[in-house]
């Protein structure tokens, strides 16, 4: 399906008229059925369009995020997609939250990159991981050091927007991955210390609510 009706659909999930919202949402239900892949793939087309409009995107954001959330099987399309989509999906994700400059779009790309790391970096169940026969943080191997990139606020090159939104990502992924974020202590100790001592309140407000997430995970035996 092209990019045009995966936005057509979309405007049409969200049409006051009802005959036309439940032909699109039957639409809808058969693609996740027959097409998961081109559906996973199509929606995630138009989450990274900067030229589609915001609802639209941001709708397309929510259904990608519960297509890729472990439940019933028939809503579960990420389990259906080949290993090679699923690492393409993983690569898109990351380079669209850090291109991303809306805020309300980039925590919907971040929304889905959490949930993903939940299934795909289980620290008890290497099933969902990226690369085969890996669990924890190597079950997606790119995403802690982009998130550690991006959230580093020493660097000349971030904005305060981007550390500010990764640094709460990393915040949303540590519970699935505490153990990994805990034990790359020196990257930790740098964003960290970059953030406390920006003069953006932004930033020192987000490394601080990490820090109390780290706290609480680790007197919990994280």
């Known amino acids: 399906m092209a990019l045009d009706k995966f936005v057509e659909l979309l405007s049409a999930l969200g049409n006051a008229d009802n005959n036309a919202r439940q032909q699109a949402e039957q639409m809808y239900q058969q693609a996740k059925q027959s097409e998961p892949e081109s559906l996973v793939l199509g929606l995630t087309a138009v989450l990274a369009n900067s030229q589609v409009k915001e609802s639209i995107r941001r709708h397309s954001g929510v259904l990608l995020r519960q297509l890729i959330t472990p439940g019933a099987e028939k809503d579960f399309a990420y389990a259906k997609l080949s ?97 990994d974020i805990v034990a790359a202590q020196q990257d930790l100790a740098r964003l960290l210390q970059a953030s406390l001592e920006h003069a953006d309140i932004r930033l020192r407000c987000a490394a601080v609510l990490l820090v109390c997430g780290l706290v609480q995970y680790t007197d919990q035996g994280g």
């Not at 669209?96 to 939940?118: W, Y």
């Open 83 to 179: 290993l090679q989509s699923k690492q393409q999906l993983a690569t898109e994700l990351l380079r669209m939250f850090e291109q991303e400059t809306l805020p309300k779009v980039k925590g919907n790309m971040g929304d889905a990159i959490s949930k993903l790391a939940e299934y795909v970096c289980n620290p008890e169940d290497p099933r969902g991981s990226l690369s085969p026969g890996s669990h924890g943080a190597a079950g997606w191997p790119a995403l802690l050091p982009t998130l550690f990139r991006l959230a580093n606020a020493s660097d000349a090159a971030a904005s305060v927007e981007g550390c500010d939104a990764a640094l709460r990502l990393l915040l949303d992924v540590l519970p699935t991955l505490k153990a």
